[in-house]
């Protein structure tokens, strides 16, 4: 991800110089308007596939599909099981050329539920590896597995992606089916246990370390910095041993050993030592509680076919014309008070960074997401308009009902006919069209959906980058 963004006025100025909350989950999954979902195929004294996902929960796991002779043809996690298996059975999933032909096949369907999205991605990858199911085809050489790679014989192991694992003097967990997914884990637990990733040769007895400058991550708190011996390799091994126990599914054990050594370093009035082990409970425990991974980092850009995904889009909202220019917004706030917005635009499904715009939502007190969306889309248009300049083939909100209304409401308001202009809510996928009281759901799998996602990632992340920009300003400003 790309976060060189230079500092902007507070107007809407300059180019930038780089993937689920707060929507209620569906009770079952729902066919899209004007189309037959594919016909279910009845079990013998039980439900068919498509009744069976209706009772699935709406938690993190995994979900197995079986043919008609109870062979596993296909296994998949979900943040949500009850939607994410539920979309195998609307009527885009049996169009779209990725899933038809498994749809097809679907005769019974299983589920098994985890604690957290981490676990089920574990679950998943090891389930894959010893069924093998025919359409898991991510996962048909061995050669390019991605696996998360921890070093046991070294002073201070590293926690590593890779498709190459060592034969030796390794723990490893995976083979994964996401070398995205992946990623996005290990960044997450860096940030709690804080264990390097660098491939340097630290040895815990040799002093020239002491000398060496940390990276990055060290200074952001994602790394205790072996690397300038600022953590005694004792100390560093315990916090890897954690990252294993968790990585295992010792959930329980790990936080009771945790809470004895956080109360025993406030008995020894080692108070640094007892907040940090406290934020590593407490962020182990949202995990846990949340079960997303993209809640606690911001979403990896995920590679898409452009021109795939246009003509999807061009399907999905009934277009005349390919959606050649789209463009983003969303909101974020400075530690709950001061707002901003982004706006990112896409030319012919790609990022075009010098159409990227940030703003400081100037006429909105406090925290009012639809007020500040109203403010910034009013801006936006009413700007292109005294210039003369044309508006987007297709304008993506972040969020749902509200959000997309109070856009639409913005452009009446200043006179401007509205281009399409949709709103796309993260925890369900969901997109939200004007006029229209239910959102419409769509296959997970189509190309559409992801350019939309990808639309909307890039977005949000736009917009935190430019709040971590004005919050460190914020706090430099404070101290001096």
Known sequence: MNEGSPELSDDETGPESTAEPGETPATEPKQEDGADSPAPTEQSGSLSPREKVRTFPTTPGVYLMKDAEDRVIYVGK???????????????????RRTADLVREIADIDHITTETEVDALLLEARL????????????KDDKTFPYLEITTREDFPRVEFTRTPQTRGTKLYGPFTSAGQ?????????KIFRFRTCGLDIEADDEKWKWYRPCLLASIKQCTAPCNLRISKEDYKKDIQKLRMFLDGNRTRLFREMEKEMKTAAKELQFEKAANLRDQI?????????????????????????????????KILNLPDLPRRIEGMDIAHLQGGETVASLVQFID????????????????????????????????????????????DLLLIDGGKGQLNAALQAMRAIGVDPPMTIGLAKREEEIYLPGESEPKRVSRDSFGLRLLQYVRDEAHRFAQHYHHLLRRKSTFDERT
């Open 128 to 139: 894959i590896k010893d069924i093998q199911p025919r359409f898991n085809t991510e996962l």
């Open 349 to 392: 499904g790609l990022p075009f960074k010098h159409g990227y715009r940030r703003f400081k939502i100037r006429t909105v007190d406090g925290v009012d997401d639809f007020a500040s969306m109203r403010e910034v889309v009013s801006r936006r248009m009413r700007g292109l308009q005294q210039r003369g300049e044309s508006f987007p």
């Open 282 to 314: 407490a962020s182990l425990k949202s995990l846990e509680l949340r079960g997303e991974i993209d809640t606690h980092q911001q979403p990896e850009v995920f590679f898409i076919d452009p021109k795939k995904g246009m003509t999807g889009l061009k």
């Open 182 to 190: 992946l990623r996005e884990t290990i960044t997450v637990l860096q």
């Open 78 to 96: 979900a943040v949500n099981l009850r939607s994410r298996a539920g979309s195998y059975f609307l009527s885009a999933a049996a169009e779209e």
